[in-house]
């Protein structure tokens, strides 16, 4: 073998050895901690949205995406947001906002049964009663700030601060 097949060779085998362990973190499952963080309106999250909508929305993405020349900038970028979520199946499942310790959020979405553990805190109530929600999920990194998580691993209602979009604690 020449020594150029032997490089081209030892390339490739690199190459494809740095997408194997790039794949792999990118859908690496970690455990993260975090508190249940509330959204007054969230023109992001299509769940519960209706089939005709749905359907719709999907017919903007294509004709968008398939002509961006044609689509204003700003309206591209928000069609790109939907179509990355598109493609992992995420545009119709429930999602919800973690507040890390750290001060950072993360909007994680999960599948219907384990949504239906959060979903009936009410911001109000705990803000009012001073408690929030402590939350340990299994997240898995889908894609640039794209976080799934099909496990709860553990929940605990505590004392402690829970925290709002701003402009909903002025109207409280």
Known sequence: MSLTKISTVAFFSVFALFLLGYTFKQNEKKIV???????????????????????ALEEQIDKALASPEHVDQNELDILRYFDKRRKHNLLRKP??????????????????????KVRNFRLR???QEGLKVSLTLQIETLDSALYYSDQIIELKVVDGQTYPDVQYIDRL
């Open 33 to 55: 901690h975090g508190d249940l963080a509330f959204v007054q309106i969230s023109y992001t999250n299509l769940y519960g949205i209706s089939d005709s909508l749905y359907q």
């Open 95 to 116: 999602q919800i906002l973690l507040r890390k310790a750290d001060g950072t959020y993360l909007e994680v979405y999960l599948p219907e049964d384990e949504y239906a």
């Open 125 to 127: 109530e705990l803000i």
